[in-house]
């Protein structure tokens, strides 16, 4: 009897720890094999008709998030992802801004992004928007959100080693803490 006890209590903790080790995913699996990892910020600023309707992943902090009749735009301060497409902490490093466009109608209310809060987003390039920044013309990379992730502070806390790859390759390991998924509508966005 005891040995059956034991039994169960252990395939129990195993579950827990085998759940608790399940790798976070930032690209979803229908998105990895089409994302171009390789092209850059720069080089869509650079040829935006060239670069038009390639998959990127770009991540940074966000600095305005605006909803019309048509749309939600976020206005993102681009910075560079660590390894786990996470963005890094330093505005320094940043190359400039981009918009990130939901035509889907998927964002509800654009108050969900605070200023400053961190994304990821799985985006589409849909080319150069030129507006007005700081009484100058502006040319903003614009990319059509297919996937996205906002991190909140209590979730990146939560994993003080995310993004930092150790010996043994873990990186980043949770739930997704905001996501938008393809055809689907997030509830409560």
Not at 155 to 169: D, V
């Amino acid at each position: 009897m005891k040995g059956t006890v034991g039994f169960w209590i252990g395939c129990a903790l195993l579950s827990i720890v085998v759940s608790g080790c399940n790798r976070y995913q930032v690209i979803p699996e229908q998105w990895a094999n089409r994302v171009n990892k390789q092209l850059t910020y720069e080089q869509v600023k650079a040829a935006p008709d060239a670069t038009r309707g390639q998959i990127v992943v770009w991540g940074g902090e966000v600095l305005n998030a605006v909803r019309d009749n048509e749309r939600t735009t976020i206005e993102v301060l681009e910075v560079p992802l660590n390894k786990d497409h996470i963005p890094l902490e330093s505005r320094a490093s940043s190359r400039g801004r981009f918009l990130a466009l939901d035509s889907r109608g998927e964002i509800i209310d654009p108050a969900i992004f605070k200023e400053g809060s961190k994304i990821t987003v799985i985006g589409e390039v849909l080319g150069l928007r030129t507006e007005t920044l700081d009484q100058a013309a502006y040319d903003f990379p614009v990319v059509g959100i297919r996937d996205m992730t906002l991190w909140d502070d209590h979730t990146r806390s939560n994993y003080p080693l995310a993004g930092y790859y150790n010996y043994y390759g873990y990186g980043y390991y949770g739930h997704r803490p905001y996501m938008f998924l393809e055809g689907a509508h997030v509830s409560g966005s």
